[in-house]
């Protein structure tokens, strides 16, 4: 939703970096979350770990459910409302915007007079995030049943806008710090999922899936290019322990292509802001548009930066997955360095608190990595 490969803002990682030596550009994933979330505030906080160790939790400054800048049902066209009211067979008796995001286009849980909800995104065709409905749309038709994640209800080309409708998930962006028993059902639904996207379908394929290790090597490679001098060290950057690893950075960073390839279909881009929980306390996975083929631990480690956040033992969480240690500290690595870089990247025009989201998502990559090497 957002885009953050994105904490917030990570602009996922096969749609939103732009090539290695030039900087990524702000073409942010939309976030499907859309309602309460955790303080606003940044807080620090003690809490127990199962290794009997304690570290502060760390918030970002903005929650995650307050990060969108929207229009409104009433900013559209006006030909367009009464073509969405058509579709859904009644008049509009509501629109609840999503607060969660980092794109500006439309996004909002529509009721009709009828009674009828359905989450509707709408983008005009100029707009690059209507070619990303778009895929999301063709994508998230063809999942598994076993995927928990809301199916398209239909899509239009109307009034120069692309509307895509998906069935509304009656839930929220889960709260930092994370809950155990939130994070118990994330992981849960994301490990159903990459179960039954171990051997992607023909018509998954069809749509095109790039490779995991080549998006790796073309877009997340920043400590590499820092390294050799061609690029500079961000300025978010130079108050970490970044300046004095930048050797180390870079080769975990080189290593991690071959280690996190695999023929899996992976969400891409999987954070606490697309996920949402609904009221039975069951997870479902927002924001199919970036799926790639890798494997699937490093979905797992890019959700888990918020829960190290959060103060959970994101170890321990991590061991089902069977995920090579060198494989995490390069994912961490790599994570650490993009984000970072985004947020050097001056004012968004996107959400105007990407940039924030994406240095909290940095930091806390490179101090989860920190932890793990005793650096």
Known sequence: MGGQIGGGALGHLAGGGGPIGGRPADDHPEVVGSHGEDPASRVRQKSGRQ????????????AYGATAVRPDWSDLPESLRQSISARLGAPIASAQSAGGGFTRAFAAIITTSAGLRAFVKAAPLQDPTSHWYAREAALTSALPQAVPAAR????????????????????????????????????????????????????LLAAGLPALPEILRGEMSWWSEIESGREPLPRTARHTIAPARIRELAALERALPALASGAAMTHGDLRIDNVLIDRDGRAWLCDWTWPCLGAPWFDTVTLLVSAFASGQDTDALLGPWDAPDEGVDGALAALAGYWLIRADGGPSSASPHSRQHQRFSGEQALAWLAERRGW
């Open 51 to 62: 290794d009997g160790r304690v570290r502060p939790i760390s918030l970002p400054d903005v």
């Open 152 to 203: 398209p209800l239909w899509t239009m080309a109307d009034s120069d806008y692309f509307v895509l409708c998906l069935e509304a998930i009656d839930g929220h962006v889960p709260s930092l710090p994370w809950s155990p028993g939130e994070l118990e059902s994330a992981l849960t639904a994301w490990s159903t999922a990459a179960e039954a996207l171990r051997e992607p379908t023909p018509e």
